[in-house]
């Protein structure tokens, strides 16, 4: 089960802390005493590579370690804070115009798509009715 596929992924989150933290008390004699909410927005953004047993051995992990004190983010692992990595785009130093880039970005989906707006919209990670608001925002049309 990928968490990344969910978009509820911070209700899994929340509730498998919650229950964790239930069955550690016992299991480990541990406690957590809370997440902080920085922390939890962390957890809410990652995108987990792995599956569920990636977030139980995370909670194992920290219950452990953090027995009785509250979870902050300096606490999470190291992949949870290095996002930058992935980052494909470098803002040039001069700036950018964030509307013409977006335009520019929708105009090349729409012509890869040969106009399909369904396509174009996957390609941009966007729903096809943001996709049609941003089409017209622009005043762009489709092929």
């Known amino acids: 089960m990928k968490l990344q596929h969910f978009d509820c992924c911070w209700f899994i989150i929340n509730n498998y802390i919650l229950y964790h933290k239930i069955q550690s008390s ?3 004699n541990k406690d957590i005493k809370k997440i902080s909410t920085y922390a939890l927005d962390i957890l809410r953004e ?8 990636e977030l139980r051995n995370l909670c ?3 219950t452990i370690l953090l027995s009785g004190r509250t979870i902050e983010p300096e606490n999470l692992p ?3 804070h290095s996002r930058d990595e992935t980052t494909m785009f470098s803002l040039p130093d001069v700036g950018i115009s964030l509307e013409t880039l ?8 729409l012509q890869r798509t ?8 996957r390609l941009l990670g966007i729903s096809r009715d943001t996709l049609m608001y941003r089409i017209q925002k622009h005043g762009l049309v489709a092929h």
């Not at 990652?46 to 047993?53: A, D, E, S």
């Not at 977006?102 to 989906?109: G, K, N, P, R, W």
């Not at 040969?114 to 919209?121: E, H, K, L």
């Open 26 to 28: 016992s299991k480990f």
């Open 46 to 53: 990652y995108c987990f590579p792995g599956n569920v047993r």
């Open 60 to 62: 194992e992990r920290l």
């Open 78 to 80: 190291h992949e949870f």
């Open 102 to 109: 977006e335009a520019d970005l929708i105009h090349q989906a």
């Open 114 to 121: 040969n106009g399909n707006r369904s396509q174009s919209a």
